[in-house]
């Protein structure tokens, strides 16, 4: 078992990625902008997306279907596969797998197009796929956290500005109509929710009209619905969620008002708009870039009365403040801005109103942070249930995961007031490399991370081989729970950066390198010696949740590294039926079904498997192999999670010189991290998640069998909805 390796579902960081994320930037150049190599060709209007390598896919533009690759390790542009066709105002999205989707836009000679294009990052090709329902330019596009891309509203030289909307499934490349918008938009933005949902903001109708409304569209329903109006009328604003959930629109114009410095917040949660601190100036055509610590770049854009921008500014969460930052060597509008891995961004292109248009292309360096760890004893990766019967197992190939995603909470939030606050962010392992000498021999091909959406980070594990769940003990009482694995991680090092701006930043988890198996420590731990069904411990378990190897690290008084009875019962509660009153009740109405909780989904609607007694003298029994596989259930509208404390110690070689000293003193006041964990929404190709189940009822003693079973007949299977595995419900 110590052989279980944690592995990226959505995408592998290559080498290349990793390098690029420890690059370090020159003294003395943060907060500014240096040139770096420029693009193939002029280029405004144009996409600019970060790859799952770390380099940057720049395509199209004004009367462009050529695209280019920005490698951030060397600086400069290279040319790669055209597009099938020119195209400028399009949207582009990175989809899980890695590939590119390319939407709609116009091609320059009045031509405005429905159709849509990947890029796949592997052959440097595009490739058409399905069309959407109408031609489109000047529309938007959300990723979904089902993998889906919403595609809203727009315009066409020809039939005029719309209000419908369509979503793109890669499973198939098809796109569908889903429900329209309640006004014709386009120039608006559509941003991505922490719930799922999609707030859609401002534009304008194409008949002289801009909006101030806004609404929120939900996958689950496939409808919009109006929230809360902006206290202006916006077009060619931006809007970036912030790592609270709040989204911050800022700027844009107003057809009959002229253009904006303001900004207000949305509140998912309330579903109204407040206003907060302006920007130094007015804005429109501007980008807007989340950075790794929280805060939000705005750069270039035009003021609305004839002249353009050069420089940029930061908005603060916690002071609800913009602060005038570096400028840009020339002022621009319509560029692109894309966040690199290393926390640089990359702005390309775009014009000048005097200067005319540029391939040049420009580096933000944001002021590094200082990056430090804490040492929880435990992570909970996973549960695995117990199939019926000593001859039965659950195998779970190489390709299928124990593991979870999980949200850790604003632990340091409340005793620093609003000027901290903890998030995560994409990033690679090798961020932390070195830190103290702690952390070492990671790489993509043994741990890494991702970040489902601003405030989850997925940690899944996976056997080079194959690993099996065998059954109870007790063949005639076929279901016990006691024979549950609860997977845990022991010691992670949970890694936070701290920025100048005051906020923590959550980067993830390392592992480490003096635990004795020199890579994550994966240990299955029975409920049955959780709840002490099984009795004392074996001794070689109480030595591995001993922990005794961790000497360097202090703990809060009265705590050690050695996990507690008080631990076992927290690590106990995540599998539900620890406790004698869970039961599978189920929602109505929903297909197929799952439990008013959220957590357990019909996994199969195949018939139920037997579970019967051999005949007497051995003949008749039924042993038989089953598969089935893993599936993303977020489109069914429920909601599961799991929360639990554990406390932390602190590392006693970097203390005060990483985190620095006022930190500190709050870090040791806290003592605890709360997680709560959540649907594995980043899982969604199903075909490589498949497993077998090998199933045998009792055998005979006797003629008649002695003793007699007398229990459940047939089993259905159901998936754990926050871990990924399986669970065996007998019925009939």
Known sequence: MKALLLRLFVSVVSVFGLLLCCSPRSPGQTNT??????????RYTNTATTLQNGTVLIAGGYQLASAELYNPATGTSSAVGSMHSARYDQTATLLPNGFVLITGGCTGSGTCLSTAELFNPSTLTFALTGSMSRARDLHKAALLQNGMVLITGGCNGSNGCNSTAEVYNPATGLFTLTGSMTANRYLHTATLLNNGNVLIAGGCTGGGTCLSSAEIYSPVTGTFTLTGSMHASRFEHTAAILNNGEVL???GCNGSNGCFSSAELFNPSTGAFTVTGSMSTNRYNDTATVLQDGTVLEVGGCTGNGSCLSNAEFYNPSTAKFTVTGSMNEPRYEQTAALLANGQVLVSGGCNG???CFSSEQLFNPEAGTTGFLNPKYLILGVTYAPPGPMSNVQYTDSTFVGNTSTLSNSFESQFGQSIA???????WSVVSGIAGKITGTSATTVSQTSGTTDTVTVSKQTTESFKTTGTANAFSPVNHDYDLVWLWLNPLTIF??????VITWNGYGFDPADPTMAPDIYPVAAGYLNGDFGAMPPSMVTELNRGWATNQTWPAGQGPALTTTDFQTILAADPFSSTSYGLVFAQGVT?????DGRFTLASTTSSFPYVQCAPGGGGCVSDMYTTMYSDTTTLGQSASFQFQQMFGLEEDFGETLFGADVMEVIKQTSTLTWTTGYQNAVTNTNSQTDTFTIQGPPCTGSPCN????????FDIYQDNLFGTFLFFGVN
């Not at 902008?33 to 002029?42: A, Y």
């Not at 903890?422 to 690679?428: E, L, M, P, V």
């Not at 950066?497 to 005051?502: E, K």
């Open 707 to 714: 003793p007699l079973y007398a229990g459940p007949a047939e």
């Open 354 to 356: 005097s200067n005319g």
């Open 422 to 428: 903890i998030s995560s962010q994409i990033s690679a």
């Open 249 to 251: 629109v800022a700027g």
């Open 33 to 42: 902008f240096t040139t770096t190599g420029s693009m193939v060709t002029t």
């Open 497 to 502: 950066t701290i920025y100048p701006s005051s």
């Open 592 to 596: 197929p079904p799952t439990t008013t």
